[in-house]
């Protein structure tokens, strides 16, 4: 069993300052205006006046290339971003690199270093993972309702705000400037809209712009808010939960034939299923798992952000349950792992794993297999996966616009093929709510890259 298993409720554990990571910075927030100031003024005096007897042109290309570096530093102060030491000391590198290359008469990288001193000055700081937080965060994730989603806040590449009575949290991470929050808050809903406010000027106190990808219906007023220095985010639909209602799922029905006859074909095959804690496989199950999640490409669980966990098959994250398809011959066929919230009552899909060879319907079948095992504890909800712009694929009479929109989705094929992904959900018939991205529509290009990069750019590759 391991640490992260043993868990104490958050009322009777001592909260860690949620600004504890930003102190040293912030002690250097006033020392870092004054020497970024005096930088700047240095370099535009060593400018103006080091070329006072030089070409007209030459003289000018200075003075604009220090009124660049101003401005830069002008867009962070008015962005409040801290300077911190490593502000400082990236600036007086450029510094030190434009007296020289001025001095050995390399004008053209000389301009570009004074630049770069204001852009060094205003780097967004960036978040960093803190494995630690999920202590306090697992019993939140075990505590929301309604939102099948919430496992997923457990992804190592997050950190986390907790509201001031710790009853609250977000997972996010900055990229770019931005703090890309991934989906809901977790914990007490009646904390949603302080903690929101709180985690909103908690991040303009750091300079970063704030952006939400795969928001549920519940929270995306709250983002939008823009009463009392709210957030104020704009939102965009952009796909739909595929979340089935646990107690009363079943097959029958013509709309379930597809369906059922894919269960039906793995029946006859002779696929066994199996429902067990990740926690508890031995070492053996484990590496026939892996080799399983190796011959799909998911072993490393490389991407991802809002909507998936990593660590496959360590055990270290509590709540979660695999379901293990073999075939005929006793060899693992396929497996599913999902994540549970509100005490079990909440089920989610995390990632599916099939042999390329593995016989048809194995997939229907462990999500099938699975409902009615959650069915058995209580479950209400159980979330397949997230169906990308259904209502782009469901449209047969596309016109220009969305046919654009259609292919240009097609391009990602590579990364993920949301086309075959719906195709597999809509035989389940469980469409539920929609998920947001949500953004400042001044920040719209930078947010849209942070998210993107988030979610599709590869992690550093880990085993457990």
Not at 256 to 282: K, P
Request: net charge positive; proline share 5%; aromatic share 8%.
């Amino acid at each position: 069993m391991t640490d992260l298993e043993h868990i104490e409720p958050v009322a009777q554990q001592v909260l860690p300052s949620r600004d504890a990571s930003d102190a040293g910075g912030r002690r250097w927030v006033w020392t870092g205006d004054a020497a970024a100031v005096a930088v700047l003024v240095i370099a535009a005096l060593i400018t103006v006046y080091s070329h006072r007897l030089t070409e007209r042109h030459v003289e000018r290309a200075w003075i604009f290339a220090s009124v660049a570096a101003l401005i830069l530093l002008g867009r962070g102060i008015r962005l409040r971003r801290p300077f911190t030491a490593r502000h400082v000391g990236l600036a007086a590198v450029g510094l030190v690199v434009a007296i020289a290359a001025d001095a050995t008469h390399f004008g053209l990288i000389g301009f570009v270093a004074t630049v770069l001193v204001g852009f060094a000055l205003v780097l967004p700081a960036p978040s960093r993972p803190d494995p630690a937080m999920l202590h306090f965060i697992i019993p939140l994730v075990d505590e929301t309702p309604d939102d099948p989603l919430a496992p997923f806040v457990l992804h190592s590449r997050k950190s986390y705000f907790l509201n001031a009575a710790g009853t609250a949290a977000v997972g996010y991470r900055t990229r770019f400037g931005i703090a890309v929050v991934g989906g809901d808050p977790v914990g007490d809903t009646s904390a949603f809209a302080s903690l929101i406010g709180e985690f909103t000027a908690f991040c303009r106190g750091n300079g970063w712009r704030v952006a939400v990808l795969g928001a549920g219906e519940r929270c995306r007023d709250l983002w939008a808010d823009r009463s009392g220095g709210g957030p104020g985010l704009r939102s965009v639909a952009f796909g739909r939960e595929v979340v089935l209602d646990v107690q009363n799922f079943h097959l029958n029905g013509r709309q379930f034939r597809n369906l059922r006859q894919a269960v039906n074909r793995s029946h006859n095959a002779g696929v066994t299923t199996e429902v067990l804690a990740e926690a508890d496989i031995d070492e053996p199950l484990r590496r026939e798992l892996l080799a399983v999640a190796d011959a799909v490409d998911r072993g490393d669980q490389r991407r991802g952000f809002s909507m998936i966990l990593d660590r496959l098959l360590t055990g270290e994250i509590p709540g979660l349950w695999l379901v293990i398809a073999r075939d005929r011959k006793g060899a693992v066929a396929g497996f599913q792992r999902y994540g549970t919230a509100d005490g079990g009552r909440e089920v989610s899909l995390d990632v599916p794993c099939r042999r390329p060879d593995a016989p048809n319907g194995t997939d229907e079948r462990m999500a099938v297999d699975m409902v009615a095992w959650a069915r058995q504890r209580g479950a209400v909800h159980l979330s397949l996966s997230f169906a990308a712009f259904p209502e782009l694929f469901d449209d047969a009479a596309r016109g220009r616009v969305r046919q654009a929109l259609y292919r240009l989705v097609h391009l990602g094929d590579g990364l993920l093929e949301l086309e075959s992904l719906y195709t597999f959900l809509r035989k389940f018939h469980g469409l539920g709510q929609h998920r947001y991205v949500l953004f400042k529509r001044r920040a719209f290009i930078p947010s849209l890259a942070a998210m993107l990069s988030l979610e599709f750019g590869p992690h550093r590759r880990r085993r457990g």
